[in-house]
């Protein structure tokens, strides 16, 4: 889609550090991680939020998180925990209108972020 920033990202007009990427979504390092290996994961094909998801969209994407979880585990291995946020419309805190699915790694109990 125009002037989306993530379809920019997913197709190298703007870089980006990946940490997975098949023929269903790309996974990439937040541009400001609230901790080390902050990752967003988005589907290839531009979906504004879940709302736009169908069954076979959502089964695609969400299906691929334990396996990004894990490759995340394998780069970050002090990691402790995850988080696994995604936010829908601005009142619920979405900013980039491209569905995206946060993973934030926890280090200890006593990260600044909660
Ligand atoms: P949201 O608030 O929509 O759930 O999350 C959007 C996320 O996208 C934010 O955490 C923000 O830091 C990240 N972000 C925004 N622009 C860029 C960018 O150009 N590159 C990367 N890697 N992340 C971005
Ligand atoms: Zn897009």
């Known amino acids: 889609m125009d002037n989306c920033i993530f379809c920019k990202i997913i197709n190298q ?18 541009i400001s991680q609230v901790t080390p290996g902050h990752t967003l994961i988005v589907p290839k094909k531009h979906a504004q939020d879940i709302f736009e998801y169908d069954e076979a ?12 979880a894990k490759a995340l ?16 419309k601005e009142v619920a805190y979405q900013t980039v209108f491209h569905s995206h699915i946060h993973l934030i790694p926890r280090y200890s109990q006593h990260d600044d972020f909660s």
Do not use: C, T
């Open 57 to 68: 969209l959502a089964s695609e994407v969400f299906a691929r998180v334990p396996k990004i």
């Open 13 to 30: 007009e703007i870089p980006s550090y990946k940490i997975y990427e098949d023929e269903v979504v790309y996974a990439f390092l937040d």
């Open 73 to 88: 585990q394998a780069a970050y291995p002090e990691m402790q925990g995850l988080n696994i946020i995604n936010n829908n």
